[in-house]
């Protein structure tokens, strides 16, 4: 089998391809046990290159474990193509534009349950060879045969620029055969049944031209045609929940599979959706190899005679090798690059309750004002291991944004979402509903190409969101580059009503609220940000976003540049950390009791002769609780090269360390290695038992715009 139509027998029915998925006679507790409903992407896969002009079948497989699929719908770029309610389910996509193009597809169930596949990009080539036309000529469709039945298919299969090399023949989403010369026929022993049959011929330039389906009916030796009983399979080994030791490991995967009416044809092996192999005979096994450590979840998926399948599924768990003993009386650094080394994680950002990453990956792809586009992911984090789930973090895509209109992470009463500009710049939100699901939502908004920022407020104890983004007007968004910036934000129940909260002139190179950075504060709607007095010292000051009536409240009144400020209440009492004066020097302010403006308590740095000998510029404090102690992770730089302006740790090499706030010991922690790789933008998390920092990272002395962005998690210290 080539590799094309290995990718379409292995993908077709991966997720419990083309039937019905169960029985709506099932028990409702056990209906919403079984979860939602499943759908993949079968052909074409990821990657896939098409001569145009041509006709794509975009096939998918999908299944509905606690009841029936009710419709598919597919997607092009974000834009409804058409839907499908019988399987098997195939849409064909005729004369696509030439270009790069995303493709989805959505499963809506009988309970009204839905879920979005993993998008696949393909790429429609444009070329002088034309498709090649082929049509099923024999037999005709809704012919009748008794079994056993040889049924010869023969085809027309014509090309107006040049020959057909190949035709495939096909049986729902699953291939049977293949000829590579005229007259491209193919004889298959059908099973009793109904079956779907179609043919795809390909020309000698690659382009590809499929036929209409036809239908064919097969008696058994009462004249019945009778309806398949799907086969029947489980896992023999390993044991669902099973821990399987140390990783990585090489695992031995084996299913069980019957057919009460038929035979088996072929089991697929799936590891956190992705195929690991496949097997023809009893005992179904594969070797899953060098498996990561976490929780992952493994599919078996069977196909009988009657091309029916049947998926079963198991979770199992891997452990994290053992660590070295610390240094006596230190503390090891643990700093390991995650997810795919071929993908670029750009600006990782983790939910503030722990469970999930949002990310943007830069995709070859413009929009029509010219700007790269960044495609949002997320996924999720074992709470136990640190591990992302799946381990490329590629979970769920929300929808495709720009570098400075990227998403971030908020959360509401109904739980966490990300939510930034689409390639149009109109405000979008995904709501995360699982490790590899989500329900993106159109906000209605304003298109605006001058916003950059997007920031969603973080109130699990409201159902309200609002979100706050900069409007940078000048020859581009960057920050340096922007005439004046003004604070904006909305309510997303009346995105287009937004609402200025200042207007800044940038006059020394950056506007202030690009030093002290606007947050999100204290789980309220409320919106700290920078702005100068007359004397040109840059101080913190606060809006409540749900009485924009009110004036801005100043927090702070002192000399001090302020980079980052970071908001945090802890024991009922609300602080602010931030990076001062582009040193490596961050200070801790409190709110007084009763009010008023807030006062420095703490101070702290990395030790001197611990860090770079020209260590500078502290940034990104972020702040998290562990065992009711408040911690701190944050980044330096180093300026031996002389760089030291505000966004050094961009471009110059940097460390992250870790310290505890409110503690009398003043300990600092190194989590990173040191070397000259840039790194920024460390982000916590914290488990059942541990805490982890992730963070960005690229080597020095690459362009921030084009580099390879790494993800990386470390260890923290037990307290």
């Not at 030093?515 to 920078?530: D, E, H, N, V």
């Not at 000998?613 to 911690?631: K, M």
Request: net charge negative; aromatic share 10%; charged share 20%.
């Amino acid at each position: 089998m080539n590799r094309r139509l290995a990718a379409l027998a292995g993908l077709a029915l991966g997720l419990a391809g083309c039937g019905s998925g169960g029985s709506s006679s099932e028990p409702e507790s056990e209906r919403s046990l079984a979860g939602p409903p499943q759908v993949t992407i079968a052909w074409p896969t990821d990657g896939t290159h098409v001569v145009a002009p041509s006709i794509l079948d975009i096939i998918a497989s999908a299944s509905d474990p606690g009841g029936n699929v009710a419709r598919v719908e597919f997607f092009a770029d974000g834009e409804l193509l058409g839907d499908e309610t019988t399987s098997p389910y195939v849409f064909r996509w005729a004369e696509p534009p030439a270009g790069a193009h995303w493709l989805s597809v959505v499963v809506h169930d009988d309970e009204g349950h839905t879920t979005t596949s993993p998008g696949v990009d393909v790429m429609i080539e444009n070329a002088e060879n034309r498709r090649p036309a082929v049509s099923v000529s024999s037999p005709v469709d809704g012919a009748h045969f008794t079994a056993p039945a040889q049924v010869t298919f023969e085809t027309n299969a014509t090309d107006a620029d040049g020959e057909v090399v190949r035709v495939d023949f096909f049986v729902g989403a699953y291939p049977v055969g293949s000829d590579e010369s005229a007259p491209f026929t193919f004889t298959w022993n059908a099973p009793p049944g109904e079956h779907s049959v179609s043919a795809v011929a390909t020309d000698d330039a690659g382009a590809i031209g499929s036929s209409p389906p036809i239908t064919i009916f097969v008696a058994n030796e009462l004249d019945i045609i009778p309806e398949n009983e799907p086969p029947e399979v489980s896992f023999t080994r390993p044991d669902d929940g099973a821990d399987l030791g140390e990783a990585p490991a090489d695992v031995q995967v084996e299913a069980h599979a019957t057919d009460i009416d038929g035979a088996v044809l072929l089991v697929y092996f799936y590891a956190d959706d992705t195929l690991i192999g496949s097997d023809d005979t009893e005992p179904f096994l594969v070797t899953w190899e060098d498996v990561p450590a976490g929780t992952h979840e493994l599919r078996v998926v069977a196909i009988d005679d009657g091309f029916d399948d049947t998926a079963s599924t198991i979770n199992v768990t891997l452990d994290p090798p053992d660590q070295p003993d610390p240094p006596p009386g230190g503390f090891a650094v643990s700093d390991v690059r995650m997810g795919d080394p071929d993908v670029c994680y750009n600006n990782p950002e983790i939910s503030d309750d722990s469970r999930y990453m949002v990310w943007g990956e830069r995709i070859q792809r413009l929009n029509d004002n010219g700007e790269g586009i960044l495609r949002m992911w997320h996924c999720a984090i074992d709470q136990a291991t640190g591990e992302l789930i799946p381990s490329d973090c590629k979970g769920f895509s929300g929808f495709d944004s720009t570098m400075f209109g990227r998403a971030y992470v908020g959360r509401d009463r109904q739980g966490v979402f990300y939510l930034g500009a689409d390639e149009d710049y109109r405000l979008t939100m995904t709501r995360i509903t699982g490790a590899n699901t989500g329900q993106t939502i159109a906000l209605g908004s304003l298109a605006d190409t001058e916003r950059r920022a997007i920031y969603p407020t973080v109130m699990p104890d409201s159902d309200k969101i609002y979100a706050y983004w900069l409007k940078s007007h000048g020859p581009n968004v960057t920050p340096a580059a922007a005439e004046w910036v003004e604070l904006r934000y909305v309510d997303i129940d009346d995105p287009t009503h937004e609402l200025v909260v200042e207007h800044q002139e940038n006059t020394d190179g950056l506007a202030p609220m690009d030093i002290t950075f606007p947050r999100w504060a204290f789980r309220k709607p409320l919106l700290i940000y920078g702005r100068s007095d007359a004397q040109g010292r840059i101080d913190i000051w606060q809006l409540d976003a749900s009485q924009p009536a009110l004036p801005p409240e100043q927090l702070t009144s002192d000399w001090h540049r302020k980079g980052g400020p970071f908001p945090v209440v802890h024991d009922g009492q609300r602080y602010i950390i931030a990076a001062v004066d582009g040193t490596t020097e961050s200070y801790v302010y409190a709110q007084p009791q009763g009010g008023g403006m807030y006062q420095i308590v703490e101070t702290f740095a990395p030790p001197a002769n611990e860090t770079f000998p020209a260590a500078c510029v502290a940034n990104s404090n972020e702040t998290f609780i562990r065992d009711g102690r408040l911690f701190t992770s944050y980044a330096v730089a180093d300026c031996s090269d002389g760089e030291q302006d505000v966004f050094a740790f961009f471009t110059e090499p940097g460390e992250v360390w870790m310290t505890e706030l409110l503690d009398a010991s003043d300990e600092q922690w190194r989590l990173s290695e040191t070397n000259t790789y840039v790194r920024n933008e460390p982000e916590p998390a914290v488990g059942s038992s541990d805490a982890w920092v992730f963070y960005t990272a690229y080597p020095e002395g690459f362009d921030q715009n084009t580099a390879c962005f790494e993800v990386h998690r470390m260890s923290t210290p037990a307290p």
